[in-house]
Structure formats: C-alpha cells, structure tokens
C-alpha cells in the first residue's frame, strides 16, 4: 500500500470514515479538484577522505614495525568503510624513512640549569625573624644600633620585602621548610602583633642584653639563621638532586633520538538531511502518518541514481545535494516518502479530509476547513469585543 492511493480508493475511504454507504463513487461529483503531494525525508551520509604526511621524531628507539609501509601516500589503497558513518584512521611509515641518530647529550644527561652543574647554589644565610619581621625584636634597642655579622637588624627594604614574600611563601612558593616556615610565621606575627609591649612574654636581648625586651624567637636579632641552609649560606639543589646533571629534555633521557615520514590516511564522516515539501501537511496529520502511515524506504549504497517514485518536484532539490564531494569514497542514502492527497467536498464545507496509505488500509485524517476555522475565529474576536465593552460600561 506504498504507492498512493487510487482515486476510486480514495472516496471510498472518505465515505467510510463520513459514514455514508456504498463506495463513494457518488462522492467524485461532489469533489473539489484533489491536492496530491509526496512528503520526503532524505538523508546522505558520506565519508570524506583526507590524507596527510609529516616529519615525526621521538626520544630513544621507537619499534615502527607494526605499522604499514607505504611509497606514495596518493597511491596507497585504504579500503572505504562499509558504513560510511564509521570514521577511520591509518597511520604509516614511508618507507626507508626511519633514522636513528645519538643525541648531542652525553648519555641522556645535560648540566642542571638552576645550579649550574655544581649541585649546590647560593642561600642567604639568614632571613627576616617571623615571630617579630624585625620590626620590634628588641625595645630596648636603638634603631641605628650596629649589629654583628649576620645578626644585624633588618633595614626598613627588608622588613618590607619579607611583608611582601610572606604570602607568597605561605601560598605555595619556596621550598618546603620555607613553606612550613611560612605558616608558622603568620601565627606567629599575628601573636607578636597581639603581645607587642608585654614584657612577661618578651626574653633577654642578646645584643642590649636588657630583660624582658626581646622578640623570643629571634633574641633581639632580628633575623634568624635561614631553615633552608642552617646558616651555611648553601642548600643542596632539588631540581638536580645535588648530582649537577638533569635528564636532557631533547632526547627524554635516552641519549638517542628516532625520526621518520609519517603518512595518515583518514575517513571522516558526513551527513545532509532535508525534509521536503517545506510547507509539510498539518501537524495533526503528521503525526497521524508518523504513527500508522505506510512509508516506502529506499536505501542507496554507492553512486547511484535516485529511484523513479521521488516526486518530481522534489527531485532538483534532491539531485543537488546527491553531487559528489571532494574526496568522498562512500556514502549511504537513505530516503522514505508517502504519497498524500487532500480532500474537499462541496457538501462538506466545514471539513477537509487528508487521505494517505497506512500499514492495514486507507488513512482519513479529519480537519476542520479553512472556511469553519475563519468563521469560528470572527465569532470568537465578536464574542471578545462584546465582552470587553461590558466591562468597561460597567466600570
């Protein structure tokens, strides 16, 4: 029942559906001229070749035999997929390509940038107290006081720049007893901000020697020797691990590189779809012919012509986007139509009947007319105007 239906089959099934006996043939001279229209639903999908060819290279020796060789990346055959909506991918070697080279390294090894080979670098030797950050170790003292090597007072530039670095520390950044250090400093600032001026929690200055005046992480100093370097004014490199040599980053450590051609081949995937006509029947209808109408399908493999029951009216537009792609290797087109015809009586001015052929028989759908659709609408903008001067005469 694919086909549409024939127009003795048409009436009677209108009759059927209006009630009325016989076959419907009396129904042909009460008929207005019948609309007959193909809905469409087409769909293509391709697959679009794409081949391409680069110069690759990877630390140490890379096993490359288990990829196919190839001579020409034009000439190599890569079969199409069977469903062209599987997308693919072939990579190659060109032959005699591969070369293996000893890297400017010695033994994958190269001199450690951040301390420049000697596994140690420089650390000052002591930094700003973090109980005080110099700013009142000591009351007692004056502030031009001279200090002794490596105890003096920090100067106003270092307070400021461990104000400054403190954060940055407590945030991350820095070695981890720098880190540590850092997180105890912001309690402990925050208690010498607190105990400021209480002599029961300040110790004897080292430097004045007066009790109960000094910050007592720090004795009255002002800075503390470095966690880092215990004062030594060096610290092991982490980086390097004190060894002077890191892995060289060219070769990843191996000491040898290998580099080759590489050719891809890939089958890309693509679709296109279309609904045709654009003004398609009534929704009501469509749902109608969604559910039991008889659809044909029609499935293309390969470059094939379009079958000869596409309307033609649809066939242009269809045609158009059969034209082949650049580069396409396969495609599947999948095409399902169903014939539609609509009908007026010229004793049924009220109503318009769709016909179509569903799965068991003859489809009727059933819509109220143009003419009762405009008619109801002009009572109803009557009744609505009429309601609206009620309202406002009785405000």
């Known amino acids: 029942m694919a086909e549409v239906p024939s127009e003795e089959a048409i009436f009677k099934a209108v009759a059927q559906h209006i009630g009325l006996p016989g076959e419907g043939s009396h129904l042909v001279s009460q008929a207005l001229p019948v609309e007959r229209s193909q809905v469409i639903d087409f769909r293509i999908d391709r697959s679009i070749e794409a081949r391409t060819e680069i110069e690759r290279s990877e630390p140490g020796s890379v096993d490359l035999s288990g990829r196919a060789a190839y001579d020409t990346i034009e000439d190599h055959h890569f079969e199409p997929p069977k469903d062209p909506t599987t997308p693919q991918r072939l990579t190659m070697v060109l032959r005699d390509s591969v070369r293996e ?45 001279n ?25 991350g950044q820095g070695t981890s007893t720098q880190r540590a250090s850092a997180q105890r400093a912001s309690g402990g600032q925050a208690a010498g901000r607190r105990t ?61 590189r290998t580099s080759w051609r590489e050719g891809t081949i890939r089958h890309t995937p693509g679709s296109d779809e279309v609904s045709l006509p654009a003004k398609r029947p009534p929704y009501q ?27 033609p009216e ?11 792609r650049a580069r396409e290797v396969a495609r599947r087109v999948t095409i399902r139509h169903l014939n539609v015809v609509r009908v007026e009586l010229v004793t049924e ?16 759908v059933q819509l109220p007319s143009r003419r009762k659709v405009s008619r109801v609408a002009t009572i109803a903008t009557g009744l609505a105007l009429v309601l609206l001067l009620v309202l406002v005469l009785s405000h």
């Not at 450690?112 to 170790?137: F, Q």
């Not at 100067?155 to 400054?164: G, I, M, N």
């Not at 080292?206 to 030594?232: E, F, L, N, Q, S």
């Not at 659809?295 to 000869?308: E, I, N, Q, S």
């Open 314 to 324: 649809h066939r242009a537009e269809i045609e158009r986007r059969l034209v082949r």
């Open 101 to 145: 080279v000893v890297c400017v390294c010695e033994d994958g090894k190269t001199q450690c940038p951040r301390c420049t080979g000697s596994g140690r670098y420089d650390c000052p030797p002591t930094v700003v107290c973090e109980g005080c950050l110099g700013v009142e170790a000591c009351t007692a003292c004056a502030e031009s006081a």
């Open 349 to 364: 001015p009220n109503r318009v009947f769709y016909v179509f052929p569903g799965r068991e028989r003859t489809e009727v």
């Open 285 to 311: 209808v469509r749902r109608r012919m969604a559910r039991v109408g008889d659809w044909k399908r029609t499935v293309l493999t390969g470059f094939h012509p379009l079958p000869d029951d596409v309307a």
């Open 147 to 171: 200090r002794k090597r490596g105890g003096g007072r920090p100067t106003s530039a270092q307070r400021a720049s461990a104000q400054r670095t403190a954060g940055q520390r407590a945030s």
């Open 196 to 256: 400021s001026g209480q002599p029961e929690e300040r110790v004897t200055c080292t430097t004045c020697g007066r009790p109960d005046a000094a910050c007592p992480a720090c004795r009255g100093r002002g800075v503390v020797p470095c966690p880092d370097c215990k004062g030594k004014g060096t610290v092991n490199c982490a980086r390097c691990k004190a060894s002077g040599v890191v892995e060289h980053p060219a070769c990843g450590g191996k000491g040898r």
